[in-house]
C-alpha cells in the first residue's frame, strides 16, 4: 500500500512537472515546432510515469530527471531582446534625460487611432518640467474579467499638459497577448510614455473598454520622485531588456515596487497581483480620496462615456476630469 501511494504521488510530482514543460515548449520552442514540441514532451513524460508503475522506477526516475534537465538549461538560455519585428504601438520605448528639473523624453507616443488597425503613428520628443507637476491619476481600465485591469498612470502638469505611463507587454508582429503566454517569457517588458488622446482614447473609444481614473492623493515630492522612477525603469530596459511576466513583472507589479522604494512602508497585499483591484489597495493605504466612499468615486471617474463624447478633440484630457473632484 505505502509504494503505491508512493508511486502515485510520485506519477502526480512528474505530471506537474511535465505541464510546466509542455507549456514553456508551447510558447518558447522554436516557431513551427511547438505544438508537436509540447506534445512529444507529454508523451515521453507519459511514457515515464507508465515505467513507474510497470516496475522500472529507477530508470523512469532517470530519464525523466535527465530529459528536465536539459529543459531547464535551455530555459535558463532563452535571454530577452530589444532587437525584433515589434508591433507598431511598441515599436519604439521610451528614454528620459533629466537637466535639473527638466526631463526629456525621446519617444512619447502619440498615436491617432481610427480602430485597433487603422491609425497613425506619430513618435515625438517632449520635455517635461517637474517644477510644473500638479497632479497624478490613476486610470484602470477593465476588457474583460474585473479582477484583471491595465493600469496607466498620468501625469498632469500646470497648462493641462499630461503624460502617462503604461507599463505593458512588449510583442512582435506575429504575437497576442496571452496570460498563460506571459508566465513563459512570451514577451518582454516595455514602459510606454503617451498623450492621453492616443492611449486613453485608445481604451475610451476604439476598444470601448470600462475606464475608470482615480486622482491620487500623493505629496509633491512623491509625485516627482515617481515620475523619475519611471523613466529610470524605461532608461533600465533601453539597456538591459526583461521579459514580462503576468504577475510579478506587470502594470501593478512594476509601479509598487517603485512606489515601495520611495514611500518605504508600503504594505503588501493580494490585490496588487490582481491589478483590477488596485483601486480597492490605493483607497486601504489612504492614497484615494477619503471623502468619499470607493464606489462614489469609482462611479465619478468613469470615464468611458466622456471620452466618447470628447473623442479627439483638444482638450481630450480636461473632458475627461470633468465632474470628479479635486483633491
Known amino acids: 500500500m505505502i509504494s503505491i501511494l508512493a508511486t ?56 525523466f530527471a535527465l530529459a528536465h534537465g536539459i529543459l531547464l538549461i535551455w530555459w535558463k538560455s532563452l535571454r530577452p ?21 527638466v526631463v526629456t523624453l525621446d519617444k512619447v507616443r502619440d498615436f491617432e487611432w481610427r480602430s485597433n488597425s487603422d491609425y497613425t503613428p506619430r513618435w515625438t520628443a517632449r520635455s517635461y518640467d517637474l517644477a510644473r507637476l500638479q497632479s497624478i491619476d490613476m486610470i484602470v ?28 507587454i512588449r510583442r512582435d508582429k506575429r504575437q497576442s497577448f496571452s496570460e498563460i503566454g506571459g508566465f513563459f517569457k512570451e514577451f518582454e517588458l516595455i514602459v510606454i510614455a503617451a498623450d492621453e488622446r492616443d492611449i486613453v482614447r485608445l481604451r475610451t473609444n476604439v476598444r470601448r473598454e470600462r475606464t475608470h481614473l482615480f486622482r491620487l492623493n500623493l505629496e509633491p515630492e512623491v509625485m516627482r520622485a515617481l515620475f523619475l522612477a ?22 501593478t507589479t512594476v509601479l509598487y515596487r517603485m512606489l515601495r522604494r520611495i514611500v518605504r512602508r508600503l504594505p503588501f497585499s493580494y490585490r496588487v497581483l490582481l491589478s483590477g483591484y488596485m483601486p480597492e489597495y490605493f483607497y486601504g493605504v489612504g492614497y484615494l480620496d477619503q471623502r468619499y466612499p470607493l464606489e462614489e468615486l469609482r462611479a465619478l471617474g468613469y470615464v468611458s462615456e466622456r471620452g466618447r463624447l470628447a473623442d479627439a478633440s483638444p482638450t481630450y484630457s480636461t473632458d475627461i476630469r470633468r465632474g470628479i473632484p479635486p483633491l
Request: one cysteine or more; charged letters at 15%.
Open 230 to 251: 519611471y523613466v529610470a525603469e524605461a532608461n533600465s530596459l533601453v539597456r538591459e531588456p526583461r521579459f514580462y511576466h503576468t504577475i510579478t513583472g506587470n502594470c
Open 81 to 101: 531582446s530589444n532587437d525584433r519585428e515589434w508591433a507598431n504601438d511598441v515599436a519604439q520605448t521610451v528614454g528620459g534625460k533629466i537637466d535639473g528639473s
Open 141 to 168: 481600465s477593465v476588457w474583460d474579467r474585473p479582477s484583471i485591469a491595465h493600469m496607466l498612470i498620468s501625469f498632469g502638469f500646470s497648462g493641462d499638459d499630461y503624460v502617462a505611463f503604461s507599463v505593458e
Open 8 to 63: 502515485l504521488l510520485l506519477s502526480l510530482t512528474v505530471a506537474l512537472v511535465a505541464a510546466w514543460g509542455a507549456l514553456a515548449l508551447r510558447y518558447k520552442a522554436p516557431r513551427g515546432s511547438r505544438i508537436i514540441g509540447a506534445a512529444l514532451w507529454t508523451c515521453f513524460a507519459a511514457a515515464c510515469i507508465g515505467a513507474f508503475w510497470c516496475g522500472h522506477l529507477g530508470a523512469g526516475v532517470a530519464a
